[in-house]
């Protein structure tokens, strides 16, 4: 037996080096040393009750994609794995996949950290993520969660959500190009909840919705940033952005752009945000959203509350 397949008490898998995984076939599950499949399923029977367990592996993502799962039905988590890459390649790729879970891994310098296309009932949780050009994508994908991850030094965008149903709470990210991006360009992004997640120093902006639709971004901080805090564009209507906490970034609080209607904006605190001249705690280019109870010191146009 591999020593992965032997966690110590309290529950922690010894890493151990090996070649990237790739499972696109249910008898591809297969456990260490075996001479077929991954040789990589250190416990479980592929049941909703026992999943199969990927854990305890450290692998180098520099030439291929670390962990790569495709078009299988069997119910498996992935965790305590630890995946280095060169920013060429996927550290956790999941396709056309369901019923499974990504946690208490560690993920750094690959081209996206963990990529899920076409998947549902996906949890990321509680994941160190860093170094990467994209934190966690969620492609065509509906009701996933992304929850309690730390994510840091990210190129692009920290979540990247394309896809309705999703729900992406509790994370920290900090120093990233974007930080939470709901993308309804390519595909409905619609009823997504985006709550409790603490943003800061991001290049761009804090969360931003396009083409995005019945939303809600609620009870987030977003801070020190030298973009917008908020940012709803490219015709996103019916959102309702509530409670937030958003101080001290260059660019505007929150930014509606021309085109955008029947926003919901109430209760939330903007201090600090802007120049005052061009840029603002509030600022508005676009009609008929409603700005209720909100606490600011400046805004554009002043029309907003």
């Known amino acids: 037996m591999s020593i992965a397949q032997q966690p110590p008490e309290g529950g922690a898998y010894p890493q151990v080096r090996r070649s990237p995984i790739s499972i696109h076939d249910a008898s591809d599950f297969t456990p260490p040393n075996s001479t077929t499949g991954c040789a990589c399923v250190v416990?479980?029977?592929?049941?909703?009750r026992d999943p199969y367990v990927i854990a305890g592996w450290e692998i180098d993502a520099s030439q291929s994609d670390?962990?790569?799962?495709?078009?299988?039905?069997?119910?498996?988590?992935?965790?305590?794995?630890?995946?280095?890459?060169?920013?060429?390649?996927?550290a956790i790729r999941l396709e056309n996949v369901q019923n499974a879970k990504i946690s208490n891994s560690t993920i750094a310098g690959t081209f996206v950290a963990v990529s899920i296309r076409g998947s549902k009932n996906i949890a990321v949780v509680d994941n160190a993520i860093g170094e990467s050009q994209y934190g966690v994508w969620l492609e065509a994908s509906d009701s996933n969660t992304v929850v309690h991850n730390n994510i840091e030094s990210i190129g692009r965008v920290s979540i990247f959500v394309r896809g309705s149903?999703?729900?992406?709470?509790?994370?920290?990210?900090?120093?990233?190009?974007?930080?939470?991006?709901?993308?309804?360009?390519?595909?409905?992004?619609?009823?997504?909840?985006?709550?409790?997640?603490?943003?800061?120093?991001?290049?761009?902006?804090?969360?931003?919705?396009?083409?995005a639709r019945g939303n809600t971004i609620a009870s987030n901080i977003i801070t020190d940033g030298r973009g917008a805090g908020i940012a709803i564009t490219?015709?996103?209507?019916?959102?309702?952005?509530?409670?937030?906490?958003?101080?001290?970034?260059?660019?505007?609080?929150?930014?509606?752009?021309?085109?955008?209607?029947?926003?919901?904006?109430?209760?939330?605190?903007?201090?600090?945000?802007?120049?005052?001249?061009n840029t603002f705690d509030l600022h508005s280019?676009?009609?008929?959203?409603?700005?209720?109870?909100?606490?600011?010191?400046t805004r554009s146009s002043d029309t907003l509350g």
Do not use: C
């Not at 101080?247 to 085109?259: A, K, M, S, V």
């Not at 280019?285 to 010191?297: F, V």
């Open 43 to 48: 416990a479980g029977s592929g049941s909703a």
């Open 66 to 90: 670390g962990i790569s799962v495709a078009s299988v039905d069997d119910h498996f988590v992935i965790t305590q794995v630890n995946i280095s890459g060169t920013r060429q390649h996927v």
């Open 165 to 211: 149903d999703n729900l992406v709470e509790d994370n920290s990210i900090e120093r990233t190009y974007g930080g939470i991006n709901i993308d309804g360009t390519m595909g409905p992004a619609d009823h997504n909840i985006v709550k409790n997640n603490t943003i800061r120093a991001a290049q761009e902006y804090g969360i931003a919705l396009w083409r």
């Open 234 to 277: 490219d015709s996103s209507s019916n959102n309702t952005i509530q409670s937030n906490n958003v101080r001290q970034n260059t660019g505007d609080g929150i930014l509606i752009i021309e085109g955008s209607s029947n926003n919901l904006v109430q209760r939330n605190v903007f201090v600090g945000n802007g120049d005052g001249i």
């Open 285 to 297: 280019e676009a009609s008929n959203n409603t700005w209720r109870d909100n606490t600011y010191l």
